[in-house]
């Protein structure tokens, strides 16, 4: 299990019937219909997922050295080249299985090439870029049960998008990360080049019109990424807004629950000491730790067992004590310049963030140490994933730039993937989306809501 797979694997895990998502939309007809339909000329969206909203399949190589006769065995493939789904299948929610799916989903640092690879002999993939249709479902092919963002598609084909017209879908694998200037990252830059490829392919068969990024929690950071590294007749040429759902600029407490114990999220059967060197590998993990920047020397967690505590500014010697000195480079060199250095986009911003929902903002491990789990946690203000310092603070530097165009709108109330189908979010989005198709968009260079 993923990290920032966070309650968006709980989210995915309790899907529902297709049925809400239609009772969703008619509670918005009214907003809906006075939006961009009627044949008026729009701008492309693309969406970018969260990680827990991307699917991931995964082929076994001779070079695969299972753990488990279970683990040779299973999936029992058939066609399709054998490919098989890795992210998500229930299957993870049965013991045995939970150490097949961790023992494919590891990543490995390997420090000659200063870069993340997969395990030995799993090979995978993430089909669909382009289309949205692993983003609404749990399953695409029986289409079945809604997903992650199926919800806030059809929302937006209510208001006159249509799918690989002027609404695509930007997946990614999760687990890997981006790295700092200097460093390589084949997985992530390759990311970043597909996508950037979907926006001037999406801008050309709309008439030049410039995309609108619509992107979900790390899907904030790429988008980020991906503005920060092209040049700014580019971004004015390309993009007409990034808007942002839940974005953690600034890293979560919450992760650092999952390095030090390993995180269910609440998912029932599922033991978190067979996930937790999973999570621990995945390079993004490591990118969503809480950044010095927002955090500065606040306590973020307490061991009694090793009579010290943790601020953001020494999550170096926190990988440590938890085990996981693997970590250390990676993280120092890698993924906390990323998180120290927030450029401003270049291009006008909209985030959304949720707010007033209990979000962990430190934790105490008693004398059994970090395998036993926090003996207690305290909460603070957010969106339940994310900590509201996180999701606000970075970006107010931006507002102080007199050429940065921001508006930040906060939800009461509305937790971090509960602003995919809430309909107060639902109703912001469609806002932003139907000025900007009216040309309506405000040129004042700082808004707040």
Known sequence: MHMEALPMERNQLRAVVLLSAVMVMLS??????????????????ILIPGSGGNQLEARLTDDYKPSSLTCRLWPPVRGRGGWFRLWFDPSVLLAPLTRCFAERMMLYYDRDADDYRNAPGVETRVSDFGSTSTLR??????????????????????AGYEEGHTLFGAPYDFRYGLAAPGHPSQVGSAYLDRLRLLVESACAANGGRPAILLAH????????QLLARAPLPWRAAHVKRLVTLSAPWGGSVQVMLTFASGNTLGVPFVDASLIRAEQRSSESNLWL???PKVFGNTTLVVSERHNRTYSAKNVTQFLQDIGFAE????????????????????VPVTCLVGTGVDTVESLVFGEEGFDAGPV????????????????VGPIKAWSDSPAQIIEVVELPKVSHTGILKDK?????????????NRNATSTSPRQST
Do not use: F
């Open 137 to 158: 479902y749990l399953d695409p092919t029986l289409k079945l049960l809604t997903g992650y963002m199926d919800t806030l598609a059809s929302t937006l084909e209510t």
């Open 424 to 436: 107060s979010a639902l109703e912001q989005i469609l806002r932003i989306v139907d000025s900007i």
């Open 327 to 346: 970590g250390v480079e990676p993280y120092r060199a890698r993924t906390r310049p990323l998180g120290e250095a927030l450029p401003e986009p270049g």
């Open 376 to 391: 207690k946690v305290v909460y603070g203000d957010g969106d339940g994933t994310v900590n509201l310092a996180s999701l």
């Open 217 to 224: 929690s790390l899907g904030g950071l790429y988008a980020l």
């Open 289 to 291: 730790l809480p950044t």
């Open 28 to 45: 918005l007809s009214s907003c809906c219909a006075s939006s961009a339909g009627g044949g008026q000329l729009l701008h492309p969206v």
